[in-house]
Structures are given as C-alpha cells and as structure tokens.
C-alpha cells in the first residue's frame, strides 16, 4: 500500500507500461507527470526532454515512436489544443503514443488549478478531418495507473495516439493505492521481410529497423508513399482504421456498473464525477429506488451498444458532467427515444455532490412519473 | 558540367518522379548538393532519415532512397529531435524551407540551436512562400514584390544564419543553388559535425519571386544570387557592400545533447 498521486500514478503506470520516452511542456495540473517522468526514465535508459512548446512535446513523441519506443506527453487544455495538429498527425500516420490531459476549467487559460470535464468533445474531435479516436477515463489514483496501462497497450494494438482525459482534481488528489497487475501489450513487429507494407497493418517498423521507410501525413498508400490527390484511397483508409475500432468495441470499452440489473433509473457518468455518482446511488437505493451507475472508463469510440442497452431497460437516464453538454449528445444520439436522457452539468470548477445528483435522479423519476 | 551519373541515382527514388518543382527552381539543385554529399559520407541509406517539413522543400525527402518522413508545417525539428534521442545512431537530416525555419517553426529552430542535438538542418531559402503561392515569407527582403506584399515588403527579413548564430548553432554555414559545386562539401561537413549543423541555401523561385520581382528566368535569378552574395574568401577591406557573405560562420565543438544524455543514464544506472 503505497500513498501517491494521482499524476504519480498516471507516471507509474506509463513506466509499467514501458514507456521510454516522454516529451512535455509545464503546465497546471499535469505537470507532475513530466517532473516523475524526468526522474523515472533515465536510470531505465529511457528519455525524458522539456521540448519549447506543446506542438513540440507531441512532435518529438511522434518521432520517438517511428524510432521504436512507446511514447507520451501529458499536458492540459491550453496545450491539449495546441497538439490537435498532431493528434491528426499521428492518426494519418497511424502512430501508437498517448497523450494525457487532465482537464482544467476552459476555455482559454480558463480556471488553471480546477477541475472540469470539458475536453471530451475536443479528444474526438478536436483535430480536423476525420479519425479514428480512442479516449480513456480514470476515477482514482488506482485507475489511473491501471488505465494509463491500457491506453499504451491500446495504442500498440491499434497504433494509434490514445487521449487519456484526467482532470485538475484526479491529478493531485493522493490515495492510498495497491498497484494491481497488469498485462503489457508490446508493438507487433513485422514478419519475414518482402511483403510487409508499413501502413494498414498492426505490425510496425520502425526507423533504422528495416529497408527504409516513408511517412508523411499527406493521404497515401500502404507503402507509405504520398497519394495526395486520391481522395477514394484516403477514404478507403479512414474507414479501414475507424472501422476496426467499431469491430473491436466491445474489448476496448471499459465501464464500471453498479446496480445495473434491476435499475429503473440510470445514472451515466465517468472520470472524478463517478465518485459522487456512487454516493448518490447509495443514498438513493437506501430511499428505495432502483438506481443504477454506469461508469464508462472508455469515453470514444462511444460504447453505444452497453447504453442503448441499459438505456431501454429504464424509465430514464441523467447524465452528469463537469461541463454543459458534451458527452450527453453521445448518449442521446444513441438512446434516441427509449429512455428520456437528462443532463446535469456545470462549468464552475466544482465537482457535484452526492446529493445534487440524486436530486436529479429523483426530478427526473418526478418528471417521468 | 557533370551529369547526374549513375552513383547518384542511387540515392533517388524514381518511383516518385516527377517532382513537383517548378522548372527553373533551384531544390533540385540543393537535392543533388544531398546526393552528392551522402555519396561522400557513404551513410547507409536505410540508416538515414531525411525529416521534412511543408512546403516545397519539405518534398525533398520522397525523392531520395533513404526513410522519409514528412511531417507538418515549420515542426521538423521537433519531430527530428524525438527521432535522434531514441535512436542516436540515426543520421537526421532537415529539409524546411525559410517560412518553415523562421516563421511557423522558429521556435523549434531556435531551441534546437541552443540544444546542440546532432541533427543537420538544410534551410532551403527562396525568399517566398512557394507552394502556396508566393507569399511574404520572414526572409522576404524589404520592398520585395509578393502576392501578399503587392506593393512592396515593409518588414526586415530574418538573416537565417544570423538568428542560428545567435541561438547557439554550433555548426552555421551558407551557400546558394549558384554555388552548387561547393554545396556537397558543405553539407558533408555539416553531417560530420557532432552537434545541431545548419546550412541556409539560397536558392531561385522564378515562378514567383524572380516573376513578381522582374529578375527574369531560372538562369538571371542565379546571377541574381550571385550577385547578391560574396564568398568570405572574396571579402576585401571594402567589405560586403551590402552582399551577403557564403561559407562556413561557426564549426565548434561543445557538448552534444544525446551524448550528454547517454552519460547521464549511464550515470544514473550505475547509481540505483
């Protein structure tokens, strides 16, 4: 049992996960994980560097990958915004690295040391085009570590960059945690030489591995090489990628449940909010109602399929979150009109209390009775 | 004049033919100053990996047999320096254009100056913005005609070895597409230089600054930058008169940065 924090842990974790480089800029409140990082990789002969700006930070990280290593940043939403270029890049490029941002009041410089859920939106879709997206959540310390293992060995097994989203809160709040044991999944080489085309593939090479390579973000064929003008061949490749994460949803979607199988209502939450949501399950229970939480741990690709489930099992949802709408029009969108979905929201840089959720809870069985 | 012989071709990847350069420009003459010199440093292509950034120079990597990789507008470096910090034993090489290097990029070009990584940056400079169609670029000189200054550039150009100098550029050296015989030895020089090496290349756009500037075709531009230039050798007690001088600045040594790092994991092993 060992007392840490949570960006300690999101740390521990990467390192567990065998992360051998980390590329990042100082910014409130993720900077812990740079300062642990910069003293956790070089005695591993990994390599830690304070690049000039975020764009840099994912730059180097991108380029640190297609030199073999597992690779990472962390940052928060004013730098979140300035790696969207690359967060583009490193999907086109099908680049495995993750990039942490833990949450803070936006937008702008915003509310620094305060916690929000406000970069759900922008982790799917905050850099242009279309792509393919994975995007974790933690809700403890513990999680963090453990999620952080799963957004490594999920970009290695897609080869994607993977967005884990903490916030202000999460980050420095220290607990008292047991690191559980975790499985590694390590980048996939390429088989006998000849036939390999370094794109469209699981398998990887990396720089100075093998025949020489090309990589470009520009739209291009499996060999790599530019198709600029081929739209059809960049919308073959689009769907391709996005269209494995659909097939492998259901493995790659993490959620906790409590009470989810006789719940009238369903309480749909994730992150530092699942805390609160408990609580308020708790209470309401004792009260007699049939109250459910879904926690989701994966937030994209969106696990439809587990809340339309749920969703046409009750008589409503609430959807809560530290900002004024985002994750709901997922869920909405979803649940179309099984189940009347209500938001409960706020951008104050307050977290809700059990008791604010359960009154929605109980104004929504209000409203639907 | 020699012809592009057959040891050249080597390093070329004819498959990506035809380029997109313009007729008359002059990053054909700076990729063959690149074949030239990696026929001399006999690097193994697959070893090798040219890092470009946007823009017409950025192309420079698809044409050669070495691994490319083309990454985003003006962040070379960064992605460059990620490259030689995992694997020091990689050769890196840049090609960024001006507006790559000092505008978009320039922090990136400033801080790998200051680091002293061992990467060469090949800084292709036309004076313009290329690919997008000739617009100002920071290297545009005052007055100077472009389709975003269309009566004239009123900002002074950023000196691209000037501002290397100053950022602590341990390797700086310049020469232009006129020069091209002496460009293969520069960068030769600047690829054995175990530090962060920049060498500025002046090279001719006629399809946008030499035409918007009236300085004629492909062959008055490199006149043009003759005339525009002086070999430090040539410098006299009347000085530069204005001309921009070409050679090598700096070639020091000081402390690399992934050499620096290996000691420092070495040291840190040793002691957990």
């Given at each position: 049992m060992k007392l840490i924090q949570g960006n300690e842990a999101c740390a521990l974790g990467a390192m567990r996960a065998g992360c051998r480089f980390f590329a990042g800029y100082p910014i409130t409140p993720a900077t812990e994980i740079m300062e642990w990082m910069a003293r956790l990789l070089p005695p591993k002969g990994g390599v830690f560097i304070q690049m000039e700006d975020e764009i840099a930070a994912l730059a180097a990280v991108i380029g640190s990958s297609w030199g073999g290593a597992k690779a990472m940043t962390a940052t928060s939403g004013p730098g979140f915004s300035l790696m969207q270029e690359h967060l583009g890049y490193a999907a086109m490029t099908e680049t495995p690295c993750v990039v942490v941002d833990s949450q803070r009041g936006?937008?702008?410089?915003?509310?620094?040391?305060l916690p929000a859920q406000g970069d759900v939106m922008q982790a799917r879709w905050g850099s242009h085009g279309d792509r393919p997206a994975i995007v974790l959540t933690a809700s403890s310390v513990r999680d963090v570590y453990e999620v952080t293992v799963a957004a490594f060995n999920l970009s290695e097994t897609y080869r994607l960059p993977v967005v884990l989203l903490l916030d202000a809160l999460l980050s420095h709040m220290r607990e008292n945690v047991e690191l559980p044991e975790v499985t590694v999944v390590d980048r996939a080489k390429p088989g006998s030489?000849?036939?390999?085309?370094?794109?469209?593939?699981?398998a990887f090479q990396a720089f100075g591995d093998g025949p020489p390579l090309v990589v470009t973000?520009?739209?291009?064929a499996d060999s790599g090489r530019?198709?600029?003008?081929?739209g059809p061949n960049l919308e073959r490749m689009l769907r391709r990628s996005i269209d494995r994460l659909e097939t492998d949803r259901d493995t790659i979607t993490r959620y906790r449940g409590i009470?989810?199988?006789?719940?009238?209502h369903l309480i749909l939450t994730y992150g530092i909010t699942a805390r609160s949501a408990a609580g308020a399950v708790q209470q309401l229970r004792a009260e007699g109602l049939r109250v459910g939480l879904l926690q989701l741990q994966?937030?994209?690709?969106?696990p439809e399929r587990l809340v339309v489930d749920l969703a046409s099992r009750v008589e409503n949802v609430v959807v809560v979150e530290l900002n004024l709408g985002q994750l709901v029009m997922a869920v909405r969108a979803a649940v179309g009109g099984a189940a009347p979905v209500r938001h409960l929201g706020r951008a104050d840089g307050r977290l809700f209390s059990p008791e604010e959720i359960a009154a929605a809870v109980r104004a929504g069985e209000v409203a639907h009775a | 004049m020699p012809r592009v012989g057959q040891d050249l071709l080597q390093?070329?990847?004819?498959?990506?033919?035809?380029?997109?350069?313009?007729?008359?420009?002059g990053h054909g003459q700076v990729a063959r100053g690149l074949a030239t010199a990696l026929e001399r440093l006999s690097v193994p292509l697959e070893r090798l990996v040219l890092v470009g950034g946007i823009g017409c120079s950025g192309r420079?990597?698809?044409?050669?047999n070495a691994n490319a990789m083309h990454t985003t507008h003006g962040r070379a470096l960064a992605f460059a320096t990620g490259l030689k910090l995992t694997r020091p034993e990689l050769t890196v090489i840049t090609t960024m254009g001006d507006g790559d290097t000092a505008a978009i990029g320039g922090n990136h070009f400033i801080h790998a100056c200051r680091r002293n990584i061992d990467i060469t940056a090949i800084v292709y400079n036309n004076?313009?913005?290329?690919?997008?169609?000739?617009q100002q670029a920071?290297?545009?000189?005052?007055g100077a005609r472009s389709v975003t200054t269309p009566?004239?550039?009123?900002e002074p150009p950023f000196d691209i070895v000037q501002l290397a100098l100053a950022a602590g550029a341990t390797f700086v050296a310049r020469s232009t597409t006129f020069d091209f015989d002496e460009l293969p030895a520069l960068i030769v020089d600047a690829v054995r230089h175990p530090g962060f090496a920049v060498v500025e290349v002046l090279t001719q756009c006629p399809t946008y600054y030499g035409r918007m500037n009236e300085l004629g075709d492909a062959v008055a531009m490199l006149d043009y930058e003759r005339d525009l230039t002086m070999p430090q050798r040539e410098?006299?007690?009347?000085?530069l008169a204005g001309r921009r001088p070409l050679g090598v600045f700096r070639r020091e040594i000081a402390p690399e940065y992934t050499a620096q790092y290996a000691e420092l994991c070495a040291r840190q092993a040793k002691r957990s």
């Open positions: 936006g937008p702008s410089t915003g509310l620094p040391t030489a000849g036939t390999f085309l370094p794109f469209g593939s699981t973000g520009l739209a291009h530019p198709r600029a003008s081929d009470g989810l199988e006789d719940a009238d994966t937030l994209w690709p969106f | 390093y070329l990847q004819l498959d990506a033919m035809p380029h997109v350069w313009c007729p008359g420009c420079t990597p698809f044409y050669f004076g313009i913005y290329g690919m997008t169609g000739g920071p290297t545009t000189p005052r009566l004239g550039s009123l410098i006299t007690k009347e000085g």
